[in-house]
């Protein structure tokens, strides 16, 4: 089994700037995508970002040019910087992670529990 494991949420000013990072432990035998979604209220949840193995990063069009997605493969760990942030980036931001997890081999995917990000105007 493979943990996410988010932090970096909070409560910021419009036009301010968050850095969100989620880590992956436990057993991971190779990942090959990871990523950020968020649930605003009332919403469904949308991809902000993912980083897929040898691709270029993948951004949602509300949030190109400031945001960005960044993975240290060494500690399994994805990033994602938010510099302009508007008060429609406030939702739960999600880790999303797609590899093999366990010892069956087979690819599967795995979400962290989610971390808060509120923007106020």
């Known amino acids: 089994q493979v943990q996410l494991v988010e932090s970096g949420g909070g409560l910021v000013q419009a036009g301010g700037s968050l850095r969100l990072s989620c880590a992956a432990s436990?057993?991971?035998?190779?990942?090959?995508?990871m990523g950020w979604y968020r649930q605003a209220p009332g919403k469904q949840r949308e991809l902000v970002a993912d980083?897929?193995?040898?691709?270029?990063?993948n951004y949602a069009d509300s949030v190109k040019g400031r945001f960005t997605i960044s993975r240290d493969n060494a500690k399994n760990t994805v990033y994602l910087s938010m510099n302009s942030l508007i008060p429609e980036d406030t939702a739960v931001y999600y880790c999303h992670a797609a590899g093999v997890f366990d010892y069956s081999l087979s690819g599967t995917d795995s979400w962290g529990k989610g971390t808060l990000v509120t923007v106020s105007s």
């Open positions: 980083l897929t193995s040898g691709n270029s990063p």
């Open positions: 436990g057993t991971i035998f190779s990942i090959n995508s």
